[in-house]
């Protein structure tokens, strides 16, 4: 695990997905080091307990406040009820429907639940974290932050591409990405993340991205890309363009077994079936 200090107050918790012929997609959670202390995302299942002991030495669990999901998809929820346990004083903080799918997984008790929708904010003593809905989402429960006390803006999956080395999930900017390789892998996961994007109204689309553009804040921090330093205008012009992005199609059970040999040729274990 990476940690860093990507904006002003934040401290971010940095893992890797390898994705099998498309690249590493960063995992980032955040820890806001407000008056009132909030984590941004929990982090990958598997990488758990290295998340926890790293998490515990940067804010003591007595005085860790808010749990802030930006949505309930596993790469998100790694270690949230684990956190909820040792923090006695921290609320969840999502919304009705977050609240309803994490609770498929295990039950939340209400009272350390805290909904906020699109349009509020959250008051976490020193600033206010106000609540948007990100233009491009997976999962309908998404929503995104602004601190209006920094402008730093945390984006959920919304500006993620995946890397193509594994050196450049840990890098401490997008600008040690090669421009083209990040434009490529933003419009990517843009199609990917959401497919329904390539059926868009371009110009509708295209409005939906002027308030984040009006807000322009200074760092962006997306759960999938290292930090991004004033970039946002660039950013969002790479998404504008993101609907006419081929459309991403997995492999399908003949391209998956071809997939398989190629990532383990020595290994001599039955071969799954096709079919
Ligand atoms: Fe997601
Ligand atoms: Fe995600």
Do not use: K
């Amino acid at each position: 695990m990476h940690i860093s200090h990507p904006a002003p107050d934040v401290t971010a918790l940095t893992d890797a997905v390898p994705l099998p012929g498309i690249g590493f997609l960063p995992v980032n959670a955040h820890l806001l080091h407000a008056e009132q202390p909030v984590l941004v995302d929990t982090g990958l299942r598997a990488a758990s307990a290295e998340f926890l002991d790293v998490l515990w030495s940067l804010v003591d669990p007595a005085d860790l406040r808010w749990i802030y999901l930006t949505h309930p998809d596993r790469d998100h929820t790694g270690s949230v009820f684990e956190i909820l346990e040792a923090a006695p004083s921290a609320r969840l903080v999502t919304t009705f429907l977050g609240m309803g799918l994490l609770s498929l997984e295990r039950p939340v008790p209400p009272d350390r639940v805290y909904l906020l929708n699109p349009g509020q904010s959250l008051d976490v003593g020193d600033r206010g974290l106000l609540a948007f809905r990100p233009p491009v989402y997976d999962n309908p429960a998404t929503t995104a932050i602004i601190d209006d006390r920094t402008g730093t803006c945390f984006s959920s999956d919304c500006f993620g591409a995946p890397m193509t080395s594994r050196d450049l999930v840990e890098s401490d900017d997008v600008a040690a990405i090669p421009h083209a390789d990040l434009i490529a892998g933003q419009r990517l996961w843009a199609v990917l993340d959401s497919p329904w994007l390539c059926e868009v109204d371009r110009n509708l689309f295209h409005s939906s991205l002027h308030p984040l553009r009006d807000a322009d804040p200074p760092v962006v921090l997306s759960t999938h890309l290292p930090p991004a330093h004033h970039r946002t205008a660039a950013m969002l012009d790479t998404l504008a363009g993101a609907p006419d992005a081929p459309p991403y199609i997995g492999p399908d059970q003949e391209a998956f077994l071809r997939l398989l040999t190629e990532l383990e040729p020595a290994t001599g274990g039955p071969a799954p079936q096709n079919g």
